[in-house]
């Protein structure tokens, strides 16, 4: 590092010398070097090439340097004055820096563009004068006139609150909800915006907690939880811009959005079981209703079945009679022991318990 | 040659008057913008107002901008003409009925009469200093006549209506005008005051949840009766055409279902007397 050449070396006196400040100012002055082999820094002063080299000038050796009557040439005449370098013809390149200077003084503080979205407030001593709308606009410059750009139609968003917590607001029942919410507004007015209000932004804030929390606190939990979200965000909407309009804000609401509406987590379980509550009973509804479907349709086929059945009876009572009868006989006999006995003699001669029991004959006596 | 050393070679005088005369001016100069009034001070006693707060005038006309003043005579006061925020500690304030809240309020005032303001308080952060605990007290002692259950409700504009023209009162003294007074939050404070209100959540719910699953089972139970009664109905205007019939036809069917049932191990002993066997003798 310290043994290359400086590069100053080829640059003569054309480049401004501060443009290298920043590194070779590290490497330190009294930094011990080997003795530079390549052409000399002419920021330099003749007596300091038997001092250690150093890769670039600092600000003290420049000065020192022209006190020296070295480098650039004129040294000497004005004490403190830093130079600028000279042109290539050389004159001084002063002239075309001020020049500069003012150009860039009244190109910035003259001519506004505003963008589309924006609008402009032009102050001629901090006295208001008049908005920009966008576009190209010229104003005095600096001192005298200055314009304040803001982004006017973009709506902006404030989300309350600003973090994942809790936020529990008291209903007017006196139970607790947690709610968060979004504000979404715009500049209607900029220069009310601008001068009226201090922190304008908090205000919104402010006035859409204070909104917010009247509003909730005029509904019941399960309206603020339920159906009467809309309105309550109407509500709170209407109010802020009430609020802000009454401060002259300039301010324009342009929605309020109930994020969402829970109950605190401490109770959230006791919710859930309103709900299982909920389906428990209709689920019990379901099922009876099931049961009573099955049951009306039974009793209406059986009927309709009996009718039928009468139906035809009612032609040939008898013969109708006489035939079930001996159908139901042959299909229940059939299936079954049968034993025929003369009951005056039989009677001690049955010993099976479950004979005793059988006495279903005297239903098909019944039948006669 | 140096462009600005020549300058400065021949233009000394010119330059040294120009820079003087700037400065002089600069000290004669004081720029009021739209956002601040200014009270114009001479050797202590304040002589003039600069763009003072009046509702009625648009800005652009309200003064500001240029202020001259006489060099180390006069100094320009600047007093804040914009709406500034008044914000209250959270505090908890009892109800009339004993219960506790925890309320974060906040004011907005403006300044109205700066002069006042800067013999009274001198700079508007004394203002908002010497005001918040007024309307601390305002605010604990307005609430505290009120329940808590009207707090909630319709009752608290009524009382911040109240609060706002007792501390505007106050305000007054120090050349500011109160122009609103909210309440930002009104919470329960932490502990037994918020656990007990998630109890009786709870067991409101609860209640509810037990009303629910009462009443799915009284319907469900009406709907079955219902049914039943509906059932019987179709049976009795179906069968009691012939309930002679319907007898003999119940009976063939029941015989059915009691004896012919796939399994059933009956054992039938006829007696040569019986009905069915009435041909089986050939009589």
């Given at each position: ?5 400086s ?94 200077v ?5 190109g ?38 200055s ?41 209607k ?39 009467g ?13 009430k ?13 309020v ?40 349709a ?12 009468y ?21 229940v ?36 | ?9 021949e ?48 800005f ?35 109800s ?149 019939f ?29 009905e ?6 050939g009589?």
């Amino acid at each position: 590092m310290t043994g290359k050449k400086s590069p100053w070396g080829s640059g003569g006196g054309d480049t401004p010398p501060k443009s290298d400040g920043g590194k070779p100012q590290g490497d330190g002055p009294t930094e011990p070097a080997p003795p530079a082999e390549g052409p000399r820094n002419p920021w330099l002063p003749p007596q300091a090439a038997d001092a250690p080299q150093k890769r670039g000038p600092n600000i003290e050796d420049i000065f020192r340097a022209r006190k020296g009557g070295g480098g650039g040439g004129g040294g000497g005449k004005g004490p403190t004055m830093p130079r600028l370098p000279q042109r290539p013809d050389g004159k001084s390149w002063a002239p075309v820096g001020i020049a500069l200077v003012i150009a860039i003084w009244l190109g910035t503080s003259m001519v506004h563009r505003i963008a589309p979205q924006e609008k402009g407030v032009v102050t001629t001593f901090g006295a208001y004068s008049r908005t920009l709308d966008n576009g190209m606009a010229v104003t005095l410059p600096w001192p005298i006139q200055s314009v304040s750009v803001q982004d006017v139609t973009s709506i902006r968003r404030e989300s309350i609150p600003e973090g994942d917590g809790e936020k529990l607001m008291l209903t007017g029942d006196q139970n607790l909800v947690d709610l968060t919410y979004l504000v979404r507004w715009n500049i209607k007015d900029l220069k009310q915006y601008m001068f009226q209000l201090a922190e304008p932004d908090q205000t919104v804030r402010e006035v859409a907690e204070a909104a917010m929390r009247q509003s909730i606190a005029e509904v019941t939990l399960n309206d603020a939880m339920g159906s009467g979200r809309q309105q309550i965000e109407q509500n709170v909407r209407d109010r802020m811009q009430k609020v802000l309009d009454a401060y002259r804000s300039g301010v324009s609401i342009q929605g309020v959005d109930i994020k969402k509406t829970d109950p605190p987590t401490k109770v959230v379980d006791a919710f859930k079981d309103v709900l299982a509550a909920q389906q428990d009973a209709q689920s019990d509804i379901n099922q009876a209703q099931a049961w009573a479907q099955q049951l009306t349709a039974r009793a209406g086929g059986e009927a309709t079945a009996f009718d039928k059945v009468y139906e035809q009876y009612k032609l040939a009572p008898e013969v109708t009679r006489r035939r079930m009868y001996y159908e139901t006989m042959e299909r229940v006999l059939s299936k079954t022991d049968k034993v025929i006995l003369e009951t005056n003699n039989v009677q001690s001669y049955l010993p099976l318990p479950e004979m005793k029991r059988t006495q279903v004959t005297k239903p098909a006596e019944g039948g006669n | 040659m140096s462009f600005l050393q020549n300058l400065w070679a021949e233009q000394k005088a010119a330059i040294v008057t120009v820079a003087v005369a700037l400065v002089a001016a600069a000290s004669c100069v004081k720029v009021v913008d739209e956002k601040t009034q200014a009270v114009v001070v001479r050797l202590g006693q304040p002589e003039r107002v600069v763009n003072r707060f009046r509702p009625d005038v648009e800005f652009g006309q309200t003064g500001a901008g240029l202020v001259w003043r006489i060099p180390f005579m006069e100094q320009v006061v600047e007093v804040d003409r914009r709406i500034l925020d008044l914000d209250m500690e959270r505090q908890q304030v009892l109800s009339a009925d004993q219960r506790r809240l925890e309320v974060d309020a906040f004011a907005r005032f403006r300044i109205i009469d700066p002069v006042r303001m800067v013999q009274t308080a001198g700079t508007t952060e004394r203002v908002a200093e010497q005001l918040q605990p007024i309307l601390n007290s305002a605010l604990r002692q307005e609430l505290g006549k009120r329940t808590f259950g009207s707090l909630l409700t319709a009752d608290r504009g009524r009382a911040m209506e109240q609060i706002r023209a007792g501390l505007d009162r106050e305000a007054r003294e120090y050349g500011a005008q109160i122009i609103d007074v909210r309440i930002k939050r009104a919470d329960l404070p932490e502990g037994s005051p918020l656990e007990s209100a998630f109890t009786r959540m709870a067991t409101a719910r609860q209640q509810e949840a037990a009303t629910l699953r009462a009443q799915g089972q009284k319907t469900a139970q009406i709907i079955r009766a219902t049914a039943e009664a509906t059932a019987a109905k179709t049976y009795a205007d179906a069968f009691n055409k012939d309930p002679a019939f319907y007898d003999f036809y119940r009976a063939m069917q029941s015989y059915d279902a009691t004896f012919s049932q796939k399994g059933s191990s009956t054992s039938i002993v006829l007696s040569p007397d019986n009905e069915y066997l009435r041909q089986f003798k050939g009589k």
